[in-house]
């Protein structure tokens, strides 16, 4: 090696990318969820996948990963995740919330039922799994914690109830990134600013004009650049559109 070149455990300056090694992640089994997982195992990240269902789909998609059932509304279900996350893995230096949910309809029908499944999957499963690794980040005083929100959380007329759930989860991530921004650890918003080209959306959109659908590995490589941040170079929030 030259007598120039860094050693290969020194740490990174200043500034310099920090790769995640190990990362959680919600959503395997949705429809950008995976994408994202074959994004960072590319990488050599180690992946811990938990899932309400479909767990040995997952294992066969993702047979590095460590994946585990867990119903991500329960906290204690998040908190067991952790806690085997910690013992049969080791330290998690990034949690990704990708696990969300689509809904549309009339504001002069929306009822509390639909309101609350929109609010469990989209805020509530990353707030559940952002608590269970939080205090480690916390301790370690470094980590990186990502949100997937979209656009129609600005207002969107027949989306009430999906606009009001990513605008909470917005909303719940700059009040993590206030608490635990400056004890080091990187809290960030990738927003979706349109339609996902995903097969699902193809199949119930089939004559729609997909010229402006947005790839879902470029979702995938914006929230690489979000995890691979530094202190000295933090971004809050990220715009993916077509």
């Not at 205090?135 to 969107?156: C, F, I, K, N």
């Not at 009430?160 to 759930?165: E, F, K, N, Q, R």
């Not at 959306?201 to 010229?211: F, G, L, Q, Y």
């Amino acid at each position: 090696m030259p007598s120039d070149a860094p050693h290969p455990n020194a740490t990174p300056p200043r500034g310099a990318p920090i790769p995640p090694r190990t990362v959680v992640l919600s959503g395997a089994t949705g429809n950008l969820g995976p994408v994202v997982a074959e994004r960072f195992a590319a990488e050599g990240c180690t992946l811990v996948l938990p899932v309400y269902d479909r767990a040995d789909e997952v294992r066969t998609a993702f047979p590095d990963a460590y994946v585990l059932e867990a119903d991500l509304l329960d906290a204690d279900d998040a908190a067991r995740v952790a806690d085997r996350a910690r013992a049969e893995v080791g330290p998690v230096d990034t949690v990704l919330n990708v696990a969300g949910g689509f809904a549309a309809g009339s504001a002069l029908e929306l009822t509390p039922k639909a309101l609350r499944a929109q609010l469990d999957i989209n805020l509530v499963t990353a707030a559940t799994l952002s608590t269970a690794f939080l205090p480690d980040l916390v301790e370690a005083g470094r980590g990186h914690v990502v949100g997937v929100s979209a656009g129609a959380a600005r207002g969107t007329a027949k989306l009430p109830a999906y606009a009001a759930s990513k605008a909470a989860l917005e909303a719940y991530l700059r009040s993590v990134a206030a608490e635990v921004g400056p004890r080091g650890v990187d809290v960030a918003t990738l927003v979706v600013e349109g339609t996902l080209d995903t097969p699902a959306n193809r199949e119930a959109m089939p004559d729609a004009d997909r010229s402006a659908w947005i790839a879902p590995l470029a979702v995938a490589d914006g929230l690489w650049f979000l995890a691979t941040r530094s202190a000295g170079g933090r971004v809050a929030e990220l715009r993916v559109g077509a």
